[in-house]
């Protein structure tokens, strides 16, 4: 039987290279000690988890020691957002989730869940309140890595946008917060603490 496997986007911490749109908002300081504390809880949590493989796509290509053990850490690659989720998809060779790696509220239950749905659908979905989405897993491997190329990202179209280009009927599970503005991390991210 084919181990699922739960996919990470992360981007190496460092200011003014990370939560752009959020540090216009709070600075960039501030936006840094956000993403490495969430990214930080992210792997930690996930990462104890038995029940999947773990892969850590890393952006720049060449940041990938000083991860957790833990985590498989690869490269990111080149292309747009849509192009590299898909490519780390097409990888795995079973059911996949992929998310970011600043998502405050994730939790292995949710990612459980999302595994689930893959028996019943061939795409699932964690919305995010904002429109967009904070995951997205495959069953199987994607063959077009461009299928994402029209999504307006970073908008509240995302996610119908994404639906629309795969074609398929999708599954869904937890929908959690983005905190990618200045109004968001007021609303969630203060209340965690940062």
Same mark, same amino acid.
């Given at each position: 039987m084919i181990r699922p496997t739960l996919i990470v986007l992360a981007k190496a911490p460092r200011m +003014?290279?990370?939560k752009t749109r959020l540090a216009r908002g709070i600075g960039q300081a501030q936006a840094l000690r956000f993403y490495r504390a969430t990214l930080a809880r992210t792997l930690r949590v996930?990462?104890?988890d038995p029940r999947w493989d773990r892969v850590l796509a890393v952006a720049p290509d060449p940041a990938l020691s000083g991860w957790p053990k833990d985590w498989r850490a690869v490269p990111q690659g080149g292309g747009d957002l849509g192009v590299r989720m898909l490519r780390h998809l097409a990888r795995a060779p079973g059911p996949a989730v992929l998310i970011g790696g600043d998502?405050?509220?994730v939790t292995p239950a949710a990612i459980a869940r999302a595994f689930r749905e893959l028996r019943r659908h061939a795409v699932v979905f964690g919305p995010a309140e904002d429109g967009g989405y904070w995951l997205i897993g495959t069953r199987r491997p994607p063959r077009d890595l461009n299928a994402l190329s029209g999504?307006?990202?970073?908008?509240p179209h995302a996610l119908a946008d994404s639906i629309a280009a795969l +074609?398929?009927?999708p599954g869904f599970t937890d929908t959690l917060r983005d905190v990618d503005d200045a109004d968001a991390y007021r609303r969630r991210g203060q209340a965690l603490g940062f």
């Open positions: +003014g290279r990370v996930l990462g104890r998502i405050p509220g999504v307006r990202w970073s908008t +074609g398929l009927e």
